[in-house]
């Protein structure tokens, strides 16, 4: 009787750690990561997971899953929709003049019940900027911020920039309140004014009753204290948490039974050019290597249909380029085989490698981070898809370390790459000479009406003339309002001075008992919480 009782309630144990949405007048469990306790629950939850060790501060949080549980406890001015549209939260309005961004307040409370004022966003801004994290680098262009009376902040932009409105995501805190602490000494979260408020102890979020936005289906939000990468992937795969976000960066995912949702990631995987070395200065072959991948393969079974393939150089799925944008997602060979005769490789070696009159042979070097094995693997189906065209490709694959320091010493051909792009979809990094990422990026446009091949096809450095404006100087005439961002799209897709491959998702999983998760963005996982509801 003694050992059945120990197994009876052994499975109890079980069965309560693999519950995850209840129901009210259930019995119910709540982990802290020391133990379990039960009580009888009369309204509706939902159980994620959070690191006790880490903080409810925004700009402090160092771990994924902290920072995504901010994004419920504090408002921004605007977040962003999973296709990149700006929506209003905290500001009512916004507005640009040239080179300043104004934007007026709601009446918005936090959860202590003060006013949300101008000041406050503006400690916050100076906060997010001087902070480690996504929020700093998105504000880049932003010089500083000022209150003009209690409703209305105006941000001084180093360039005029009319899709700034989607960088002023970062959250909003009531000025000082990050100093709290209990009676203790243990810091508290800071004061916020999103939907959900922290308990002292970190131990769940509860509705705020303050929140502009009004009342919601979900009163309150039970966590489990998962310290480490390994307690977290527990947790998920058991069932004990009711939603997960991964954004796949090393290509491994915890899988959870449920549902899901893709997320879109603006980190374009793309093929850098080092135009300054043989025919890869030339569009021509630049363009023949583009139109002979086929993209819709290499996002299915390098990236396990976890990436949308490149139509173009923005991301797909913003509404502004989706008219313009026509690179083909699968390869076209008429396309290929055109622009390589057209410099003047018309003939095909013993070897199957295309070669032009003088004997020069189409055979480049791609370089990868071997760290990353589903790059790699992306890079492997790449050169098989360019050597059906005749174009031989090499796989380099260098550690991290020295990936990075051939990239910075210019010391390779071609190489697999991956970048954020900010929300504003600022190219200019990728393709301005002396970009952070605009590794074999020339100062002038590479003649592309050449029709003759050059003597070396991989290895001799070859001089460029410009003979129109550049990708670069373009994307300075669209901030100073010369340009629209169509030209922008088409010169870049003329050009290509990098080749575009996918642009990556990530995947929230979620508890089959969830309905109405219906937009979740990369700006805030739990976009539509408001709308959740538990069958």
Same mark, same amino acid.
């Given at each position: 009787m003694k050992y059945f009782k120990k197994a009876a309630a052994l499975v109890l144990a079980v069965l309560c750690l693999m519950s995850g949405c209840r129901k009210k007048q259930e019995l119910t469990s709540s982990f802290d990561g020391s133990g379990v306790t039960s009580a009888a629950s009369s309204q509706n939850y939902i159980t994620l997971l959070y690191s006790s060790s880490d903080t409810f501060n925004p700009y402090t949080a160092v771990t994924d899953i902290n920072r995504q549980l901010c994004r419920l406890m504090y408002e921004p001015l605007v977040k962003t929709d999973n296709d990149f549209n700006a929506v209003n939260c905290l500001a009512e309005s916004v507005t640009f003049n040239g080179k300043v961004c104004t934007v007026a307040l709601k009446n918005a409370l936090f959860s202590d019940g003060s006013a949300v004022t101008a000041d406050d966003v503006v400690y916050s801004f100076n906060a997010a900027k001087g902070s480690a994290t996504e929020y700093a680098y998105k504000l880049y262009g932003a010089v500083s911020a000022a209150a003009s009376g209690g409703k209305t902040v105006v941000f001084n932009l180093a360039k005029a920039d009319p899709y700034f409105v989607n960088l002023i995501d970062f959250p909003i805190m009531k000025k000082g309140s990050e100093a709290r602490a209990d009676e203790d000494g243990k810091a508290l979260p800071p004061i916020g004014a999103g939907r959900y408020v922290s308990d002292d102890g970190?131990?769940?979020?509860? $509705?705020?009753?303050? /929140? &502009?936005?009004?009342?919601?289906?979900? #009163?309150?939000? %039970?966590?489990?204290?998962?310290?480490? !990468?390994?307690?977290?992937?527990?947790?998920?795969?058991?069932? $004990?948490?009711?939603? /997960? &976000?991964?954004?796949?960066?090393?290509? #491994?995912?915890? %899988?959870?039974?449920?549902?899901?949702? !893709?997320?879109?990631?603006?980190?374009?995987?793309?093929?850098?050019?080092?135009?300054? /070395?043989?025919?890869?200065?030339n569009a021509e072959l630049r363009q023949a290597i583009s139109s002979g991948i086929d993209r819709k393969a290499v996002c299915r079974d390098g990236y396990y249909n976890n990436a949308l393939a490149a139509n173009g150089f923005f991301n797909p799925k913003w509404q502004p380029v989706k008219s313009v944008q026509s690179i083909e997602t699968t390869a076209n060979k008429e396309i290929t085989i055109e622009n390589l005769e057209k410099i003047g490789y018309n003939s095909v070696d013993a070897n199957g490698i295309r070669k032009n009159s003088g004997g020069q042979r189409l055979e480049f070097e791609l370089l990868v981070n071997s760290e990353n094995r589903v790059r790699v693997f992306a890079a492997q189906l790449i050169a098989n898809q360019l050597f059906e065209y005749g174009i031989k490709i090499r796989i380099a694959e260098k550690s991290?370390?020295?990936?990075?320091?051939?990239?910075?010493?210019?010391?390779?051909?071609?190489?697999?790459?991956?970048?954020?792009?900010?929300?504003?979809?600022?190219?200019?990094?990728?393709?301005?000479?002396?970009?952070?990422?605009?590794?074999?990026?020339?100062?002038?446009?590479?003649?592309?009406?050449?029709?003759?091949?050059?003597?070396?096809?991989?290895?001799?450095?070859?001089?460029?003339?410009?003979?129109?404006?550049?990708?670069?100087?373009?994307?300075?005439?669209?901030?100073?309002?010369?340009?629209?961002?169509?030209?922008?799209?088409?010169?870049?897709?003329?050009?290509?001075?990098?080749?575009?491959?996918?642009?990556?998702?990530?995947?929230?999983?979620?508890?089959?008992?969830?309905?109405?998760?219906?937009?979740?963005?990369?700006?805030?996982?739990?976009?539509?919480?408001?709308?959740?509801?538990?069958?």
């Open positions: 970190m131990t769940k979020l509860t $509705a705020n009753t303050k /929140y &502009y936005g009004g009342s919601l289906n979900i #009163n309150e939000i %039970r966590l489990i204290n998962a310290p480490d !990468s390994e307690s977290v992937s527990h947790y998920v795969e058991v069932g $004990a948490a009711d939603m /997960y &976000y991964s954004d796949i960066s090393d290509g #491994n995912i915890v %899988r959870m039974s449920g549902k899901k949702v !893709s997320i879109n990631l603006n980190r374009i995987v793309f093929i850098g050019v080092n135009k300054a /070395y043989g025919e890869l200065a991290f370390a020295d990936y990075t320091t051939a990239l910075a010493s210019g010391n390779f051909q071609l190489y697999l790459g991956e970048v954020a792009i900010t929300p504003n979809m600022d190219l200019t990094n990728l393709v301005a000479e002396g970009g952070s990422a605009a590794y074999g990026a020339a100062a002038s446009k590479p003649d592309v009406t050449a029709d003759t091949a050059s003597d070396t096809a991989s290895d001799a450095p070859t001089e460029e003339t410009a003979q129109s404006v550049s990708a670069a100087e373009l994307i300075n005439g669209f901030y100073s309002g010369s340009n629209t961002v169509n030209d922008v799209a088409s010169v870049l897709q003329a050009e290509m001075p990098f080749i575009p491959v996918c642009y990556r998702t990530g995947v929230l999983f979620y508890n089959d008992n969830i309905e109405n998760v219906n937009n979740s963005s990369i700006s805030d996982i739990y976009f539509s919480i408001e709308s959740y509801k538990i069958k």
